[in-house]
């Protein structure tokens, strides 16, 4: 293969994971020519409606894998977190890399942290985890819809129409606006999303010479870790329209997943831990999801 073609979204963070992937396989491969096809997206498209609504993050990526089976692209860049657990037949998850900070950032001009914000502060989001575990911590906070690519939603901070925005940090440590977060918001206040921090590569399933050209970029830890996460999203049956969170951390062998099911409305959390070895990843992630379920998430799931 003389070029190879990397499907993205135009947004900023988009086309900085693609030229990521793309400076990587540059080292690997010299002689390799790589070339971005930007693509627009329906989810890039519809700014005025929450992602909950119109369909979920699968909206971001549909386009891109449509331009992979017109041969348009040979593999697609994506933000794990954006990724259907259930990913279309004919395609295939081919790496994982390293994952960046994966938590969520408190971002303002005029406070410091959750705990400082004045009673009924406007905050922005558009995440009903990040909602779910934000009204648990400040139920007083009025929680405005927030749309559109990093940049945009600074301009609205800065614009004045919030008092404080969430967002996470690995899109703004990768866009140079680490000096924005005020404060990274632990697990233990906001338990990040499934994937939150990873770049994935999707390929076309059974394409053995792209999967040999991106093999090195693979970050083993890291994924375990999505492995475990998204297995137990993928039992939870859970997307954008539901405030599911699964976080994993890894210490030698040894994987600790926890995940979360809430209710928006109810404000009632489930949560709850599993430990296990780093061979049995996904089988892990189920048995999290099964005590969830045995908790009542498919009751609360229902009602979301």
Not at 11 to 23: D, I, N, R, T, Y
Not at 27 to 32: A, E, G, R, T, V
Not at 208 to 222: S, V
């Amino acid at each position: 293969m003389k070029t190879l073609k990397i499907a993205t979204r135009k947004s900023p963070l988009a086309l900085w994971q693609a030229e990521h992937v793309k400076s990587r396989l540059k080292q690997l491969h010299p002689n390799l020519e790589v070339e971005l096809v930007k693509m627009m997206t329906t989810g890039d498209q519809i700014l005025n409606s929450p992602l909950s609504k119109i369909g979920g993050k699968g909206l971001f990526i549909k386009e891109l894998e449509i331009g992979m089976l017109e041969g348009k692209a040979d593999i697609a860049v994506h933000s794990m977190k954006d990724m259907p657990y259930k990913i279309p037949e004919g395609f295939a998850l081919g790496a994982v890399l390293k994952r960046e900070n994966p938590f969520d950032a408190f971002v303002s001009n005029h406070f410091n942290n959750l705990e400082d914000l004045p009673l009924n502060s406007k905050v922005g989001t558009c995440s009903m985890r990040r909602i779910v575990q934000l009204k648990s911590i400040r139920p007083d906070l009025e929680i405005l819809d927030l749309r559109g690519n990093v940049n945009t939603r600074l301009k609205k901070l800065d614009d004045g129409e919030y008092d404080a925005i969430i967002l996470a940090c690995a899109g703004l440590i990768r866009l140079n606006f680490a000096d924005r977060i005020k404060q990274q918001i632990s697990a233990k206040q906001s338990l990040p999303a499934v994937g939150q921090g990873a770049v994935g590569i999707e390929i076309r399933e059974n394409d053995q010479a792209i999967l040999e050209l991106i093999t090195p970029l693979i970050d083993k830890q890291t994924t375990h870790r999505i492995s475990a996460e998204r297995a137990m999203n993928a039992r939870l049956e859970g997307g954008c329209s539901v405030p599911i969170a699964g976080f994993s951390t890894l210490d030698g062998d040894i994987i600790t997943l926890t995940g979360l099911v809430g209710n928006v409305e109810s404000g009632v959390i489930l949560k709850h831990k599993v430990v296990g070895n780093v061979d049995n990843t996904e089988e892990l992630g189920k048995q999290l999801a099964d005590k969830l379920i045995a908790m009542g998430a498919r009751d609360i799931l229902k009602v979301n």
